[in-house]
């Protein structure tokens, strides 16, 4: 499986290897079929889904002018990159998303195939494919409209290629979200010796405290590889309670929103909104549902 991951991407960026970490496969594979279980190891992914699914949608619609009434994001192409069983590409298809899944996990994606197939409108608003982000480079050049990586540049192997290639298949002013950890001693106590080793809120070894990235380095990476970051909101995980909340601390996990940078490719006007709009929405963005 993993030889697929050895061809280069002959486009601006590409590099001869992948940010898929063969180790952090095999973790996963072995949980593949307790995606659904939302009082397992994913219990906490899918509470997850109560403040990272408002954060997208709201932030979406402060910056588009169209409006559709049950299905508010309609027309929007997203790619939820390292999408596992698909927690977090169902709730964006049943606001109307067309979106595609990708994980290199191959027993994610039938899990996530099967899962969405008993809903008739999910199964053909989502489509899943077993695959690395750089796979899929060469066919979807500036294709989509938003990139969800949603507890994934952890797990990665190089940040830098993924942030490349997020740029590359995004739409000039696409939106990157990225929920992910800090790299804290706090982080280090709560998220691994607490919530893996006392608590067993996910499973002991899921993370590995060196590949947590600050905010400050990931805000650098981005705006580097051509990205405007417009937001960044800390979240708080509650044990007892079993929910996620949002704080102005982002000393253990945080989300990210970015735009990619349109000047290069605007050869026509755009709907974009001025900025100011957006940054004045920022603030609140994903407080609302």
């Not at 299905?71 to 596992?84: A, E, Q, R, Y």
């Not at 197939?117 to 695959?131: E, G, H, M, T």
């Not at 006392?198 to 947590?212: A, L, Q, R």
Request: aromatic letters at 8%; charged letters at 20%; glycine letters at 8%.
């Amino acid at each position: 499986q993993l030889s697929l991951f050895r061809f280069t991407v002959k486009r601006p960026f590409s590099t001869s290897y992948s940010s898929v970490d063969s180790k952090e496969m095999k973790k996963f594979q072995l949980l593949a079929h307790k995606w659904w279980d939302e009082e397992g190891e994913y219990a906490a992914l899918h509470a997850m889904n109560d403040i990272r699914v408002p954060f997208i949608r709201d932030t979406l619609l402060s910056m588009s002018s169209n409006y559709h009434p049950g299905n508010p994001l309609s027309g929007i192409k997203i790619l939820d990159v390292g999408c596992g069983g698909g927690l977090l590409s169902e709730p964006l298809g049943r606001l109307g998303a067309s979106v595609t899944g990708i994980d290199p996990v191959e027993d994610n994606i039938r899990t996530a195939d099967r899962h969405k197939s008993f809903d008739p409108v999910l199964d053909k608003r989502i489509q899943y494919k077993s695959s690395s982000l750089e796979e899929i480079v060469e066919e979807s050049m500036e294709t989509f409209d938003v990139i969800v990586a949603s507890e994934v540049v952890e797990h990665v192997a190089d940040l830098e290629t993924f942030i490349k290639c997020c740029s590359q298949v995004l739409k000039p002013e696409g939106s990157l979200f990225i929920t992910t950890i800090n790299k804290t001693q706090l982080s280090y106590v709560l998220g691994i010796v607490v919530a893996e080793k006392i608590m067993g809120i996910v499973p002991e070894g899921t993370h590995e405290w060196e590949k947590f990235v600050p905010p400050e380095e990931l805000e650098r990476l981005l705006e580097s590889n051509g990205f405007s970051v417009r937001t960044v909101n800390g979240m708080l995980y509650n044990p007892l309670s079993g929910s996620w909340g949002w704080m102005e601390s982002t000393s253990l996990n945080y989300a990210v929103h970015a735009v990619k940078s349109g000047a290069q490719a605007r050869s026509h006007t755009t709907d974009a909104p001025p900025e100011t709009d957006i940054q004045q929405h920022s603030a609140t963005a994903g407080t609302a549902g």
